[in-house]
């Protein structure tokens, strides 16, 4: 017989991984929103993206009032622009967001005043609370600077003077971007469901191994066999971390056929997911899931029954869902402490890993040496609760 | 072998407190000075009423958490010094006997002897033994999950046994069993502690005194924390002057302490 610790470690982990896959019901209502949130994620946000190309693509703009003002039609239409009429009540659809396209309202005496030099007021109409309304700004007040300037060049002309006087300086943009890098604006919301399905994953298991065993009263008999605690810990959370990590890979393997669904063109082309972002993706998981199971089974072996220790757990497990917000919140860059700070260092490693960057070890050390240390600091303090768990 | 020798264990708990006051802390003794001593091939009762400290004492046998003094020894191993190697010795039927609902009863057992260090071999092959000596073998196979009082006790009993331990230690197993299931055991129990069965020590925890008028050669009984008074069932009522084990055990367990108390 023997009773080594290495292998007391294995028979109670082989226990309890099998113990949890046969919870199907709690298993399947993990894995539906891990294996759906990809292709949700994508599906909206290239729709989002289509319905902004389609926009481009039309190349249409709202008018009130055009028939006022033939010059900038002309101008408008030479752009290759169509000019649809604004409806009567463009302000009440803009608020109700029924309207989605910014409106150009045109007085009455427009092309009397253009020709008379008193610089006539075009209104561009929008919402900003109409989000879509207010994104299409940008590209109308473009076109009407284009035909201010058109207009003064002109101006100029006629009196003898060189356009070029207009532009004392040329500027020209040069985008340092990589195609992935400019996806990652996008797609940066990924890691953070990644993140949380790694503490879904682990959550029902770390539960169940410790406040769940108290519950039913099964803890006290499995502490009177002659068993090394720590082995008993250590084989409880390594099935924890088993689930969390399965569902990051379920999670992370879900944006792969994903991709296949995206309407947006331009998303399609710079979402490039496949094996070799998975894998690091997982391996980056890997210090969060031991952490983190450790730190749940931590704080569920305090609680006397399931229900308590999900209150307990709820707010560690807010607190690092919500760490990948600083460095939302914070737009100055990365900070040197982001790489230290369990789920946000998991977050700022896979946006690099999105951007396209490569990691190395230095990047990688900090999240392995805190999660480690985590994970021993908390197994031992399980193993040394465990019995006055049962004493009390 | 168990022998348990001048027992004591002391809990601090929370009194009653007020909204805004901590609450002040209370010494209950939960177990004074007990003594027993339980041979191979004999059952040995540990006979009290609720709250006399019985389970306290099995859970120190059982190296939950240890005495404040006194020194409690399994085949000459000290459960304080040697914990693992005691229980290895030891088949513990506590008072939490909660089994893994979602695994098998032949899983419940197998996984407790592979804990005691068996192989799988020989656990699954223990098991098929233990469902026989039981009578569960129609259970075997089921998950634990919606067993009845007795079915569960089964498992936990056949879990128990899995290493063929040399010693036994049972704490109100009869709790929540039918007149049938309590019979069989008592008859499992008699096996065990017959040559046949392996000549087992037998330590049986209660507070139903037909249980222990039928089957313990011995009996230790217990009342606020102490063990008041030992020996056979006839040696009792000799001491206590009574003809009905009840009588003798209501004169030992609750007036010969209080008139001790008022001595």
């Known amino acids: 017989m023997s009773t080594g610790f290495w292998r007391n470690f294995q028979v109670v982990a082989v226990k309890e991984v099998i113990d949890a896959l046969r919870d199907r019901r709690t298993l399947l209502r993990l894995m539906v929103p891990a294996i759906m949130m990809g292709p949700l994620i994508l599906l909206g946000l290239s729709a989002l993206l289509a319905s902004f190309e389609d926009r481009a693509e039309k190349r249409e703009i709202l008018v009130a009032g055009i028939a006022n003002a033939p010059t900038l039609r002309n101008f408008l239409e030479r752009q290759t622009y169509t000019i649809k009429e604004a409806p009567t009540d463009y302000e009440a659809m803009l608020r109700e967001r029924t309207l989605t396209d910014p409106v150009v309202v045109v007085g009455d005496r427009f092309e009397q005043e253009l020709q008379e030099g008193e610089r006539p007021t075009v209104e561009i109409v929008s919402d900003s609370a109409n989000q879509r309304a207010g994104a299409g700004v940008g590209s109308t007040q473009r076109l009407l600077t284009g035909f201010n300037q058109e207009r003064a060049v002109l101006n100029l002309a006629l009196r003898g003077v060189s356009g070029d006087l207009l532009q004392s300086v040329s500027v020209e943009e040069r ?218 | 072998m168990i022998h348990i020798d001048n027992v004591s264990k002391a809990f601090v708990t929370a009194g009653p407190g007020k909204l805004f006051r901590q609450a002040p802390k209370q010494t209950i003794q939960a177990v004074n000075n007990v003594r027993l001593h339980a041979p191979n091939g004999r059952i040995t009762g540990l006979l009290g009423p609720n709250g006399a400290g019985k389970t306290t004492t099995l859970r120190m046998l059982g190296a939950l958490f240890q005495p404040d003094s006194g020194n409690i020894t399994v085949d000459d191993i000290a459960v304080a010094t040697q914990p693992r190697q005691a229980l290895a010795r030891m088949g513990m039927l506590g008072d939490a006997r909660g089994l893994y609902p979602r695994l098998t009863a032949r899983e419940n057992i197998v996984y407790y002897g592979r804990l005691q260090g068996m192989d799988a071999g020989s656990a699954e ?139």
Not at chain 1, 277 to 300: C, K, S, T
Not at chain 1, 355 to 383: D, H, N, R, W
Not at chain 2, 150 to 175: C, Q, S
């Open chain 1, 175 to 392: 985008d340092l971007a990589s195609v992935q890098a400019r996806a990652s604006r996008i797609t940066s919301i990924i890691p953070m469901f990644i993140i949380m399905a790694v503490l879904y994953g682990a959550l029902t298991a770390s539960l169940d191994s410790t406040a769940g065993e108290r519950e039913r009263g099964s803890l006290e008999p499995l502490l009177m066999n002659p068993v090394q605690h720590l082995a008993l810990v250590a084989g409880k959370w390594s099935a924890v971390a088993t689930l969390g990590l399965m569902m990051a890979l379920l999670a992370s393997l879900s944006f792969i056929p994903a991709q296949w669904f995206i309407k947006s063109d331009s998303l399609q082309a710079m979402f490039q997911f496949g094996v070799w972002e998975v894998l690091p993706f997982i391996v980056l998981q890997v210090p969060l899931a031991a952490g983190l199971g450790a730190g749940l089974m931590a704080v569920a072996i305090r609680s006397k029954s399931f229900k308590e220790a999900q209150a307990s757990s709820g707010l560690l497990i807010a607190a690092v869902t919500m760490t990948p917000m600083i460095g939302i919140m914070n737009p100055g860059g990365d900070a040197w402490w982001y790489l230290w700070l369990p789920g946000l260092s998991q977050n700022t490693l896979m946006l690099r890993v999105l951007k396209g960057e490569s990691l190395g070890f230095l990047q990688i050390m900090p999240s392995l040496l805190v999660g480690t240390l985590l994970t021993l600091g908390c197994l031992y303090y399980v193993a040394h609760s465990m019995r006055q768990a049962v004493s009390r």
């Open chain 2, 125 to 263: 092959a223990r098991a098929q033994e233990l469902s026989l000596l039981l009578d569960m073998r129609t259970i075997l196979d089921r998950r634990t999950d919606g067993f009845s009082q007795g079915e569960r006790m089964k498992t936990a009993l056949a879990r128990a046994l899995v290493h063929d331990p040399a010693n036994i230690v049972l704490d109100e197993p009869t709790n929540g069993l039918d007149v049938l299931a309590t019979r069989a055991l008592r008859e499992v129990l008699r096996y065990l502690r017959s040559p046949e069965g392996g000549s087992k020590c037998i330590v049986f925890s209660t507070h139903i005194m037909p249980e222990v008028e039928q089957l313990c050669e011995h009996v230790v009984v217990m009342a606020q924390g102490r063990s008041v008074a030992q020996g056979s069932v006839e040696e009792l009522l000799e001491q206590s002057g009574k003809t009905q084990f009840e009588d003798a055990f209501v004169q030992l367990a609750f007036e010969a302490p209080a008139q001790g108390a008022t001595a």
